[in-house]
């Protein structure tokens, strides 16, 4: 009997990253007592009672919310809200506005949306090690763009030391011929924790008053 898989779909199913196999088979000390410990993901689970206790009290629901509401990438109350708090927190030289922001269901979500409609085939982002492994799904299975990664030795990815490191990374590659068209950022990185600052190593801070 012929596959009902597309050629295209068998070739994606290939590149299914490992830890979907332990995800289907995770550690439980009643329910799955013989399964897989995961230590392969970053999740904050100091932050889990909290998290569920805030989201079982605050339950405000509306019948808009059954609907297709106003928006397909985040309603605008939600992208309000997000652009009141990321101007406050990170107080950016120009202000950001609702029509600024995309809701996506999850980051990778948004990385791999990012890769498909800001990169071409072939392209290059750098990413500095260690990284988390399924970066290279994200932005190779559909959109075909390419990992190019940066050691730091004990360098901190985060730090402005590591502007020098990323800048040579770009020449080398810029001079084998290959097309670098993004930097990825992860804060807090993953699988270190570790979250970018804004003191410089003078103390002083980054933002501009």
Not at 24 to 51: K, Y
Not at 64 to 93: E, I, M, V
Not at 105 to 115: K, L, M, P, V, Y
Not at 165 to 171: G, Q, T, V
Request: net charge neutral; glycine share 6%.
């Amino acid at each position: 009997m012929a596959s009902t898989i597309s050629t295209r779909g068998e070739a994606f199913a290939e590149k299914k990253p490992v830890f979907f196999r332990v995800l289907d088979n995770l550690w439980n000390p009643e329910s799955n007592p013989e399964g897989i410990v995961n230590i392969g993901l970053a999740e904050n689970a100091l932050l889990h009672r909290e998290l569920v206790e805030f989201m079982n009290s605050e339950h405000r629901t509306v019948p808009h919310a059954l609907t297709y509401g106003d928006s397909f990438s985040g309603s605008k109350t939600l992208r309000q809200a997000l652009s009141r708090f990321l101007n406050r927190k990170f107080s950016p030289q120009k202000p950001l506005l609702p029509s600024n922001l995309l809701v996506t269901s999850g980051t990778s979500n948004a990385i791999e949306c990012c890769a498909w409609s800001l990169f071409n085939a072939g392209d290059y982002v750098l990413v500095g090690r260690p990284y988390w492994t399924a970066f290279k799904h994200l932005f190779g299975t559909r959109a075909r763009v390419n990992i190019l990664e940066v050691s730091f030795g004990q360098v901190d990815p985060l730090s402005l030391q590591g502007i020098e490191l990323y800048e040579e990374a770009y020449k080398t590659a810029v001079d084998e011929g290959k097309r670098v068209r993004a930097i990825l950022l992860c804060s807090p990185n993953n699988p270190l924790g570790s979250s970018h600052s804004d003191a410089r190593p003078d103390g002083q801070s980054l933002k501009q008053e």
